[in-house]
Each structure stands twice: as C-alpha cells, then as structure tokens.
C-alpha cells in the first residue's frame, strides 16, 4: 500500500525561502505522476507544480519562476520536493502531495495541472507567509 506524507512547512516572512518534502512509499510501479496542491481558506485546492516520470514538469502561472519541483527515485520509494522562493502572503495555505502510478496526463508533451487521476494523498503542510 502507498502512504505519502509531507514535511517541510512553516512560517516565513515576506520574501523568504522554504523547501517541502513528500516522501511515497511502498511503490510498485515505475511510472508516476506527483503533483503538489495548495488551499487557503475561500479559495479551491489548486495544483501549483506537477512532475511526470521522466521530470518533465508544469507549473501554475502563480508560482512559476519562483517554485521548483524535483523528484529523486528509489526502487519502492519517490520523494517530490518543492522549493520555494519569495514568498508572498497569498501563497499561504495548506500544501499537500499527490500521487498516481499511471503517470500524467499530457497536454503538448508536458503534464496537465489538471490531471485527475491522484490516487494517494499526504494530509498536508501548513505554510504561513506573513510579516
């Protein structure tokens, strides 16, 4: 059975820099799709990066050259990282990873941040940006 679970949040103040982890494990297959979503209170969990199997990535306008996504593999295990930089108080929320085994849906050769088809999800790291 897969179990994802996310560390890594905290408070930051405006400008600052924060990295999360979400470790999968128990993986059984080689492909994948890892995405990580925020949600803050009145607004809908959105996906702000994805990354498919072989690293490409997709990032939501919001975030773009400001989050990088990674992924390091072991053979039952993924670890997704998010680095995040100049942080700002709208990117307060809650973060959580998500997983599917079948890989990313594609839209032009690139993951769609609208790919339905997570299976497992982490419960989720708070983030705080605020002075």
């Known amino acids: 059975q897969v179990h994802v679970k996310e560390s890594g949040g905290g408070s930051v103040q405006p400008g600052g820099s924060l990295m999360l982890s979400c470790a999968a494990s128990?993986?059984?297959?080689?492909?994948?799709?890892m995405a990580w979503f925020r949600q803050d209170s009145g607004r809908e969990r959105e996906a702000i990066a994805v990354i498919d199997t072989d690293g490409t990535t997709e990032y939501a306008d919001s975030v773009k050259g400001r989050f990088t996504i990674a992924i390091s593999k072991d053979s039952a295990k993924r670890t997704m990282y998010l680095e995040m930089s100049d942080l700002q108080p709208e990117d307060s929320g809650t973060y959580s990873c998500?997983?599917?085994?079948?890989?990313?849906?594609?839209?032009?050769?690139?993951?769609?941040?609208?790919?339905?088809?997570?299976?497992?999800w982490g419960q989720g790291t708070q983030v705080t940006v605020s002075s």
């Open positions: 128990g993986i059984t297959r080689s492909g994948s799709c």
């Open positions: 998500a997983y599917d085994p079948w890989g990313c849906t594609l839209i032009n050769g690139r993951p769609s941040l609208v790919h339905q088809g997570y299976r497992n």
